[in-house]
């Protein structure tokens, strides 16, 4: 019984071996030159749901194709070489830690020219300014996320403004844990309620929803997808009732989010829909008082 328990000890260390020198083989080096630096810290902002960044980089960008730790959201973002003036790459993968490359672009100004270089021999990342020389370590990954979505057939789709989204998502997360989404007529219903009160918001759409749709969603995880939304984004939202959610925007690079929806006792989604709909009617009942009175 030892014996064998070894073997497969032995065998296990020589995969695990032969993995790790593979990942070593297909590690991506990088000779990059950029003045684009906003969409770089958009970038890295879009991603910061993730612990750490698996990246994919061949000739046409730098991709990512990744679930959060907490397994909620699905993020796949395409940074394009077109971003930048010098693209010198060997293709591969590498991982870098979020919060340490956030750490390095906090500092790095919009109007800076920035070089950034693999040192493979030290497994270092520098990130090189006129003044200024930043190292960050980076490291082989065995291998990256299957790239394959979820499967649901969605039965309405939306695109809103995104910095309304963004401004009510940051708003409602200091007071409220959930928020539920409504696509209904011609306008997106964000409505949160718990036993201190409520927030309700009515985003107008320009086309007409073919079939109504509602889903709720834990803030938290949301606010981390509208992070890198400015007032010229536009959001694209594939919605059906009670099912994942997927949004998308381009912000100089391509992002697409899958988040799975919240449900439970305590966030009913039938309850919400007919108080955000009693609470627009009673609106829209006093603005006519109002008009006419």
Known sequence: MTEEKTDAMVEAERKAKERAEEAE??????????????????????????????????????????????????????????????????????????????????????????????????????????????E???????????????????????????????????????????????????????????????LRKEIPLEKEVKEEAAVNFDLDYLSDLVKAVDKNTNITIDMKTDNPMKLKYNNGFDVTYWIAPTVGEDFEIKNQIKEAIKGIKQEKASIRKRLHS
């Open 25 to 134: 083989r297909n590690l991506a080096t990088l000779d990059l030159k950029t003045s684009n630096i906003k969409e770089l810290k958009n970038f890295v902002k879009a991603v910061d749901s993730l612990d750490e960044l698996r990246l994919t980089i061949d000739k046409t960008g730098i991709h990512l194709w990744q679930l959060d730790p907490r397994g909620i959201t699905m993020v796949i973002a395409d940074l394009p070489k077109t971003l930048f003036s010098k693209w010198n790459v060997k293709p591969g993968t590498l991982g870098i830690n979020t919060d340490k490359l956030r750490e390095v672009f906090k500092s790095i100004k919009n109007n800076s020219t920035l070089s950034i270089k693999t040192e493979k021999a030290k497994h270092l990342l520098n990130f090189i300014l006129p003044d200024t020389n930043v």
């Open 136 to 198: 960050i370590p980076y490291y082989s990954i065995e291998k990256t996320m299957e790239k394959k979505e979820p499967n649901v057939e969605f039965t309405t789709e939306i695109t809103v403004p995104g910095q309304p989204l963004k401004e009510f998502i940051n708003q409602a997360k200091k007071n409220y844990q959930y928020v539920f989404l409504l696509a209904k007529n011609k306008k997106l219903i964000l409505f949160c309620k718990n036993g201190e009160g409520k």
